[in-house]
């Protein structure tokens, strides 16, 4: 694209990659855990502003996925190689080995932010308390059949493809105001099962795609496309041949989020394709 292209806004440019030297993306199999800690009864006082979710579970082909696109893991988290299980919440993923129980991240600040009403890796509202509380729950184990849980004392069991809610009996708690308030959490755990877990890779500046069927060595550098805020998913598709008809439908989520990563403000965006087509999006060039 030459110059006035550019400086007319009339089109955009993307910069290619290699990913050679790239740390490689997390491509995981492993037993997959979600958990929910809601205060029912408490009045939100944030708002979650996502425009997209973080994680995106679908199916493609013969593959059950929960794709994460943009990066949630713990710098501390150990190498994917070691995990058996996974137990992702509104706040963070945490993998753990086989046999090692998990303490999951259900609160934030502390304990002084609740989650009102939410769901793993979506839109979440919170709500703010003077002092934080500490949740008892643990995640014993998680077995190809079943996970346990221990919740304020109580064991309980979930089955695969089983989700349950859990009560854990009304508190009060104080307010920043220094109002009391009446609280019902409820713990939420969903079992689906095995999934192949995608991630980028821990402390990664890159966004991490799906194919989309796309091969960036046969893809046009210049778009004819406006980029920013307003840009169209469907006419980047058609500048970069991609057939989203063919797509798994769950999967255009992840192409609106790549769209907007991608091609959403003035920056010409750097690209590159993993061996096995994943993409990686820096933003910023």
Do not use: K
């Not at 713990?187 to 990664?204: I, K, N, Q, W």
């Not at 210049?222 to 797509?247: C, F, H, I, K, Q």
């Amino acid at each position: 694209m030459d110059s006035s292209m550019r400086d007319s806004g009339a089109g955009v440019e993307w910069t290619p990659a290699t990913a050679d030297d790239r740390r490689a993306p997390v491509r995981r199999n492993v037993r997959y855990l979600e958990a929910v800690l809601e205060h029912r009864g408490l009045e939100a006082t944030r708002f979650g502003g996502g425009f997209f979710p973080d994680a995106v579970p679908y199916t493609c082909g013969e593959e059950a996925r929960v794709f994460y696109w943009r990066p949630v893991l713990d710098a501390a988290a150990p190498p994917a190689g070691e995990w058996s299980h996974v137990c992702a919440t509104p706040y963070r993923v945490q993998p753990a080995g086989d046999g090692e129980p998990i303490s999951p991240a259900l609160t934030a600040d502390d304990g002084r932010t609740v989650v009102v009403e939410g769901t793993v890796g979506g839109d979440s509202t919170e709500a703010e308390l003077a002092t934080g509380v500490a949740p008892d729950v643990t995640i014993e184990r998680v077995s190809g059949d079943e996970a346990v849980v221990t919740a304020a004392g109580d064991r309980y069991r979930v089955a695969r493809g089983q989700r349950r809610e859990l009560p854990l009996g009304e508190r009060r708690v104080e307010l920043p105001d220094g109002e009391t308030a009446t609280a019902e959490p409820v713990l939420s755990v969903r079992y689906p099962g095995e999934r192949t877990f995608y991630h980028p890779a821990v402390d990664a500046t890159y966004r991490l795609f799906p194919s989309f069927g796309l091969d960036l060595d046969d893809a046009p550098r210049a778009l004819d496309v406006e980029p920013g805020p307003n840009v169209t998913e469907d006419a980047v598709a058609a500048e970069l041949g991609v057939d989203l008809d063919s797509r798994p439908y769950a999967e255009r989520v992840l192409w609106q989020a790549f769209v907007h990563t991608a091609f959403g403000n003035d920056a010409a965006p750097t690209l590159a394709q993993f061996p096995d087509g994943l993409l990686a999006v820096w933003p910023d060039g």
